[in-house]
């Protein structure tokens, strides 16, 4: 087990902006990360520069104190599961699983390598398949065998980069808490790579969210959640994503496209007559009639555009109209984050069993 640590690392391809900005963090040992961004973020570079597949531009990288900047992949003793498994199609699962052990740097008698096989196998369910060839494996079987192939070794730490994403919704949830059961059990250091926002939240101890090779925020999945630091990392994490309202505050209220809210106590005086853009969750929105609206809580009449029926749950979309000036800033904003987060329609999730037609208020 490892403890890594990422002090200001930089990636330049050519003389373009860098693929990774001074990026610091420090990975605990047995501690499980995930790394989540938008596509072309760095999330794959940063693991390609920890496991060694990528020179580091400038920064330090050390494993448990040591600096590794310079070490050989091989000598840096970490394991990586890619996302296309690369297995080799010619041998079996259980000489696949092997493999890294039978490498000549690896110093493991061939009398040990039949149990380490078997350990990993039981481990991940494979004991069936330990002859068959990759072909003749579904997609999830392949999985667990390349993550066979990382536990075998008895690594320092586990690097995945979105070891699920070829497989359906079903086996990636099956996967997904299989992954946290083995970390979980082996207590390896774990670094994951994923834009999937499940994953994301369900996995680590830890989520860094990157955007185009900056570190925004690291912290706990609740955390990330309730206090986001900036308006990138509150549209980015949460599925459907956070609504974003432009407010103008005018003394004790702030003043929403559809009505006026209580002002809250984090905005001071001196906002008094500003525009200022409120995030508000999908849940934090209820269907009720007017007349039955819990006290304290605030209501508005509003269109509802369509609506998506999930069985569970029912997002409810409408749309707004903002006077020309909030327009504008929203469309500044917008491009800023990369048209990630900024609409002009909000999200509403509702309990599907309520019903809502068309025009319902929300
Ligand atoms: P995705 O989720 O799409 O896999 P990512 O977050 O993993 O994306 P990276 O693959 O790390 O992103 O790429 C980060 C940036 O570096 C991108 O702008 C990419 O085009 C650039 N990049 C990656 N590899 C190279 C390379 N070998 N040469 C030049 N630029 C590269």
Request: hydrophobic share 40%; aromatic share 6%.
């Amino acid at each position: 087990m490892a403890r890594i640590e990422l002090r200001n690392l930089v990636k330049r391809y050519g003389d373009g902006f860098p693929a990774i900005n001074d990026v610091s963090l420090d990975i605990a040992d047995g501690e499980f990360v995930i790394l989540v961004g938008p596509s072309g973020c760095g999330k794959s570079t940063l693991l390609r520069m920890i496991v060694g597949l990528e020179d580091i531009s400038e920064g330090d990288l050390l494993i448990d104190g040591k600096r590794v900047n310079d070490l050989a992949p091989r000598d840096r003793d970490l394991a990586m599961v890619f996302q296309n498994y690369a297995l080799y199609p010619h041998l079996t699962v259980g000489e696949n699983i092997a493999f890294p052990l039978r490498l000549n740097h690896s110093k493991v008698p061939e009398s040990e390598i039949a149990g380490r096989v078997q350990r990993a196998a039981d481990m991940l369910e494979l004991n069936d398949h330990l002859d068959r060839k990759p072909a003749n494996l579904s997609g999830g079987q392949r999985q667990r065998v390349a993550m066979g192939r990382a536990i075998v070794r008895d690594a320092k730490a586990f690097l995945f980069d979105e070891p699920l994403s070829n497989l359906d919704a079903k086996l990636r949830g099956q996967m997904r808490t299989e992954i946290a059961r083995m970390q979980r059990a082996l207590a390896t250091t774990t670094v994951y790579v994923t834009h999937d926002q499940t994953e994301a939240l369900t996995l680590g101890d830890r989520v860094a969210v990157l955007r185009k090779g900056v570190l925004q925020q690291v912290a706990s999945p609740r955390e990330l959640y309730e206090q986001p630091v900036n308006l990138f990392v509150a549209g980015f994490i949460g599925s459907p994503p956070m609504n974003f309202l432009p407010a103008r505050v005018r003394g004790d209220v702030l003043e929403l496209p559809f009505g006026t809210v209580p002002k809250p106590a984090v905005v001071g005086g001196e906002h008094d007559g500003k525009l200022l853009i409120v995030g508000v969750r999908p849940e934090h929105f209820d269907d009720v009639e007017v007349t039955d609206a819990p006290a304290g809580a605030v209501t508005f009449d509003v269109q509802v555009d369509v609506t998506e029926w999930l069985g569970n749950e029912l997002y409810a979309y409408v749309p707004f109209e903002a006077e020309a000036e909030t327009r504008k800033q929203l469309e500044e904003l917008d491009r800023e984050l990369d048209g990630e987060s900024l609409r002009n329609q909000l999200v509403v999730t509702l309990d599907a069993m309520s019903s809502v037609r068309d025009g319902d208020a929300a």
